[in-house]
């Protein structure tokens, strides 16, 4: 089956502080990972995807098919970077996206 | 703002009652997507559109619920006889498919059902 599991649904870490937002998914076939990212009182908005390989924000994050993982990171955490991020995973060709549960993600001061 | 764009932002309707939603996506985009998010949990496919033609529908869209995207542009997203279950955030999205796959999102349609 095809799933996308965030295992925490909240993490809080100080200003400056290291962040790392893990994501695991399962699925048979070689799929699209990607970081969406939804701040508040604003509209869903892409973040990462895996393919561009490209650090956006400060943000990294690294496919790990052994581990079948997608973990978003950033090295030293900002207070604009509080949100609601999901990862998700499609299909080439559909592009339909399978989202996990999301994580949110408090940077206190 | 040239986003996607989607009407009514709230609707609360009684149980039993239809409601009928719009997405307006952003004018090149020939994919459309809805997806339906309920509390603490990501957005859950239901339908998508490549053009006019709706080319996949999620075991979620009971035959309750149906789409269209007349002449490509605009979809209505409507649901027959609502029940409570229904109550979700009714999130739209577009892309321009194969050439980018990046979805952008609506801020969504909440619907309550009472």
């Known amino acids: 089956a095809q799933r996308v599991t965030q295992p925490e649904k909240l993490l809080s870490v100080f200003k400056g502080a290291p962040v790392e937002l893990k994501c695991n998914y399962s699925y048979s076939g070689s799929p699209e990972l990607f970081w969406y990212v939804q701040y508040s009182r604003q509209r869903l908005q892409l973040l990462l995807r895996h393919i561009s390989r490209e650090s956006i924000k400060g943000f990294t994050a690294d496919l790990n098919k052994g581990e079948t993982s997608f973990h978003l990171k950033k090295p030293f955490a900002q207070e604009e970077d509080s949100a609601m991020y999901y990862c998700a995973l499609s299909s080439s060709g559909t592009y339909k996206y399978i989202f996990g549960t999301g994580t949110r993600l408090k940077v206190l001061a | 703002d040239t986003g996607v764009s989607q009407d009514p932002r709230h609707k609360i309707t009684k149980r039993g009652q239809n409601v009928t939603f719009r997405c307006d996506p952003i004018s090149e985009h020939n994919r459309l997507y809805w997806y339906r998010q309920t509390l603490g949990q990501g957005p859950e496919f239901l339908t998508y559109f490549q053009n006019e033609a709706q080319l996949e529908k999620s075991r979620l869209l009971s035959d309750r619920f149906s789409a269209e995207r007349p002449k490509g542009s605009f979809s209505t997203l409507e649901i027959q006889r609502t029940e409570q279950g229904d109550s979700a955030m009714y999130l739209c999205?577009?892309?321009?498919?194969?050439?980018?796959?990046?979805?952008?999102f609506g801020q969504g349609t909440r619907l309550t059902v009472v």
């Open positions: 999205a577009s892309s321009l498919g194969r050439t980018s796959p990046e979805a952008f």
